[in-house]
């Protein structure tokens, strides 16, 4: 019943309430704003009292790239091949036999070329035109979204050393430092697996699916992970709390995206304990 009135409703509900039915919805308890104390419901905190102009260019996945130039170097970008307003627009011609597209302005739109004869590029199209007119904010009321000028771009595809795919180290840092890396892989094969780490490569068993896990059978520390956790450090010591995703291809670092709000404070894969214990890591004024 909650669901079917966000659902019709969404856009005429004030985000603070919007926000407590989702998470009631999520959870199945009541989310506090007064008194935060765990990872996701801080994050619900973030997204209602920190809310600043910078943040929009923050997580514009085309806006991002001249920030992290600036302040990283544009060594560590994935090459950028195209930029357009409306998939219409794309010359796929011009383009390489391999390549990425996605969307500047919200989360899983990413759509990969492995061979340019067998892509559908009709396909293509609708797929990113419908997803150009979709707004993020709506779903989770992540503020810093809702002004993020819809664009398609295309970046140089890459694998690392499983030939395969880029695997993804997500930097978890709580109040400008880094404290631990999550590790997604197994996209290619359509099942995403989570794995957490501490800095040192040690596994954190965070993820309600590791009950099952094999520790022998976990990801081998990557050979860029220092390197990773300065430029983590680097890249969130002016926020609350950042995720800095980032990609290791032998070594060298290249930079994903920031995510200010990951799963939008609604991650349900996580232990109860681990959104706790990440919760107070995470100081805020309200604490």
């Given at each position: 019943?909650?669901?079917?009135?966000?659902?019709?409703?969404?856009?005429?509900?004030?985000?603070?309430?919007?926000?407590?039915?989702?998470?009631?919805?999520?959870?199945?308890?009541?989310?506090?704003?007064?008194?935060?104390?765990?990872?996701?419901?801080?994050?619900?905190?973030?997204?209602?009292?920190?809310?600043?102009?910078?943040?929009?260019?923050?997580?514009?996945?085309?806006?991002?790239?001249?920030?992290?130039?600036?302040?990283?170097?544009?060594?560590?970008?994935?090459?950028?091949?195209?930029?357009?307003?409306?998939?219409?627009?794309?010359?796929?011609?011009?383009?390489?036999?391999?390549?990425?597209?996605?969307?500047?302005?919200?989360?899983?739109?990413?759509?990969?070329?492995?061979?340019?004869?067998?892509?559908d590029f009709e396909k293509a199209k609708k797929q990113l035109n419908r997803k150009l007119k979709t707004n993020l904010f709506w779903f989770g009321r992540e503020w810093p979204y809702k002004d993020v000028k819809p664009r398609i771009v295309a970046e140089?595809?890459?694998?690392?050393?499983?030939?395969?795919?880029?695997?993804?180290?997500?930097?978890?840092?709580?109040?400008?430092?880094?404290?631990?890396?999550?590790?997604?892989?197994?996209?290619?094969?359509?099942?995403?697996?989570?794995?957490?780490?501490?800095?040192?490569?040690?596994?954190?068993?965070?993820?309600?699916?590791?009950?099952?896990?094999?520790?022998?059978?976990?990801?081998?520390?990557?050979?860029?992970?220092?390197?990773?956790?300065?430029?983590?450090?680097?890249?969130?010591?002016?926020?609350?709390?950042?995720?800095?995703?980032?990609?290791?291809?032998?070594?060298?670092?290249?930079?994903?995206?920031?995510?200010?709000?990951?799963?939008?404070?609604?991650?349900?894969?996580?232990?109860?304990?681990?959104?706790?214990?990440?919760?107070?890591?995470?100081?805020?004024?309200?604490?």
């Amino acid at each position: 019943m909650i669901k079917e009135f966000l659902i019709k409703n969404a856009r005429f509900i004030p985000d603070k309430l919007y926000l407590r039915l989702t998470y009631f919805l999520c959870f199945h308890k009541p989310l506090s704003f007064k008194n935060p104390k765990t990872l996701n419901e801080k994050i619900q905190w973030l997204k209602i009292n920190d809310r600043r102009t910078e943040y929009t260019k923050l997580v514009d996945k085309y806006e991002v790239r001249k920030i992290i130039a600036d302040k990283i170097g544009d060594e560590h970008l994935i090459p950028l091949l195209g930029v357009w307003d409306s998939a219409d627009e794309i010359d796929y011609e011009s383009l390489p036999d391999q390549f990425v597209l996605k969307c500047n302005h919200d989360s899983k739109s990413i759509i990969i070329c492995r061979d340019k004869k067998d892509f559908d590029f009709e396909k293509a199209k609708k797929q990113l035109n419908r997803k150009l007119k979709t707004n993020l904010f709506w779903f989770g009321r992540e503020w810093p979204y809702k002004d993020v000028k819809p664009r398609i771009v295309a970046e140089k595809y890459m694998v690392d050393e499983s030939g395969v795919e880029l695997k993804d180290y997500k930097v978890m840092c709580f109040n400008g430092k880094p404290d631990n890396v999550m590790v997604c892989y197994n996209r290619s094969n359509g099942s995403t697996i989570f794995k957490f780490f501490d800095l040192s490569w040690k596994w954190l068993p965070y993820v309600r699916s590791d009950r099952y896990a094999d520790e022998n059978d976990l990801p081998k520390r990557p050979k860029g992970l220092d390197k990773m956790i300065d430029i983590a450090g680097l890249l969130s010591r002016d926020f609350y709390f950042a995720r800095v995703d980032l990609y290791d291809v032998n070594g060298h670092v290249y930079f994903g995206e920031i995510t200010l709000h990951p799963a939008s404070g609604f991650d349900y894969l996580i232990i109860e304990t681990a959104d706790h214990l990440l919760g107070r890591k995470l100081i805020l004024p309200v604490d």
